[in-house]
Structures are given as structure tokens and as C-alpha cells.
Antibody
Framework: QVQLVQSGAEVKKPGSSVKVSCKASGVIFSSVAISWVRQVPGQGLEWMGGIIPISGTANYAQRFQGRVTLTTDESTSIAYMELSSLTSEDTAVYYC???????????WGQGTVVTVSS | DIQMTQSPSSLSASVGDRVTITCRASQSISNYLTWYQQKPGEAPELLIYAASSLQSGVPSRFSGSGSGTDFTLTISGLQPEDFATYYCQQTYSSYTFGQGTKLEIK
């Protein structure tokens, strides 16, 4: 079955960047679409953006444009999400998801906790 | 971006009840609407896609309906494991989530 395994928790300083990884197994990586979703403590789900590894085409939510970069490495089946100019408001759990067209996020990573604190 | 508005934001119900959660899109999204369930400390799980199609393995007490801008998720005969937070998501143009509905035990 599809498994998405994310990198471990991060603690970052305000103004810095964080890069979270998501390794996919049980699926042909080039055939998937990967999204990143975050959840601030006590709040709802927020879609940040998505990428199609086979084309490298990424699509970002308006509010994260210019601050988030999604990339993939097909040789290792890993997707990356880099978020820059961090503030305390970016403290959240970050999930990667495998998306299916017309369906949504059928598979989720375990989540990566990112804490931004001085 | 397309905005998704869920109501209510919270809901109290008893085991065995039938509950309905609504989701409204800021523009027509045809039937590109997905529902998720999230329990505390866990990643969400997909329940329903294409507005009314039940994901494999999801109990039949869950159902969805709607098209265009207005959608509903209905749970018939609430079970203890159904008390969770539910989110809608449009997949018509990029993705956007609703703000969530927390279903609590009365």
C-alpha cells in the first residue's frame, strides 16, 4: 500500500527557513501528485500547494506564493516543502498527501511538527 | 481562490442520531467536493469524494450529496467512533478546505 514517511520535528528561529521531506513508497512516484497541507494547533486544515513529480509543475495557494517552494527527487521518491521567512504563526503540523485527480488526498504522511520560536 | 464555508462549526449529538453538515463554495465547483474525518492527534482520512462517492472501507452510514455550490455530509446512526472533526475540500481549482465542523457527544 502507499506509504508517505515524513522527516522529523523541527525547531526554527523566526526569519529562517525549514525544509520538510516526504518519502513515498508503494506507488510509482512519477505518476502521483503530492500536496502539502498544514494545521496550526487548534485550527483547521490549510492547503499550501501541490506538485506533479513527472513534470515538476507546482501550484501554490495564493497566501503562500513566494514563500513556499515544492520540489521532488524522482530518483529517491522524495518530495520536499521549503517554507521561508518563518514567523511564530508558521508553528504547525505539516502533512504531505498523495492526491488523485477528482478525488483528493487519499494518503497522508504522519505529519511533521515545525515550531518557530526565538 | 475558491472559498469554502462549512456550517455549523460545532455540533453536539448522541449515539444513534442522524446529523448533517453543510459546505458551501464561493463559486460553482460541479461535484469536485471531498469530505474528510480527523480525530485528535491523527492525520485526516478521506470519507467521500466527487460529492457522493464513498471511499473504499468507509461505512455506509456516511453519505454525501450536492453539486454546484451547496453540499452536505450526512451521518446516519452515529457511532462512538464518529465523534471527530469533519472538513470539506474543493478539488475543482487547486484545493481549498472548509474551516471544519467539530462533532461532539451530547
Amino acid at each position: 500500500q502507499v506509504q508517505l514517511v515524513q522527516s522529523g520535528a523541527e525547531v526554527k528561529k523566526p526569519g529562517s527557513s525549514v525544509k520538510v521531506s516526504c518519502k513515498a513508497s508503494g506507488v510509482i512516484f512519477s505518476s502521483v501528485a503530492i500536496s502539502w497541507v498544514r494545521q496550526v494547533p487548534g485550527q483547521g486544515l490549510e492547503w499550501m500547494g501541490g506538485i506533479i513529480p513527472i513534470s515538476g509543475t507546482a501550484n501554490y495557494a495564493q497566501r503562500f506564493q513566494g514563500r513556499v517552494t515544492l520540489t521532488t527527487d524522482e530518483s529517491t521518491s522524495i518530495a520536499y516543502m521549503e517554507l521561508s521567512s518563518l514567523t511564530s504563526e508558521d508553528t504547525a503540523v505539516y502533512y504531505c498527501t498523495r492526491d488523485q485527480v477528482g478525488v483528493g488526498a487519499t494518503d497522508w504522511g504522519q505529519g511533521t511538527v515545525v515550531t518557530v520560536s526565538s | 481562490d475558491i472559498q469554502m464555508t462549512q456550517s455549523p462549526s460545532s455540533l453536539s449529538a448522541s449515539v444513534g442520531d442522524r446529523v448533517t453538515i453543510t459546505c458551501r463554495a464561493s463559486q460553482s465547483i460541479s461535484n469536485y467536493l471531498t469530505w474528510y474525518q480527523q480525530k485528535p492527534g491523527e492525520a485526516p482520512e478521506l470519507l467521500i469524494y466527487a460529492a457522493s462517492s464513498l471511499q473504499s472501507g468507509v461505512p455506509s452510514r456516511f453519505s454525501g450529496s450536492g453539486s454546484g455550490t451547496d453540499f452536505t455530509l450526512t451521518i446516519s446512526g452515529l457511532q462512538p467512533e464518529d465523534f471527530a472533526t469533519y472538513y470539506c475540500q474543493q478539488t475543482y481549482s487547486s484545493y481549498t478546505f472548509g474551516q471544519g465542523t467539530k462533532l461532539e457527544i451530547k
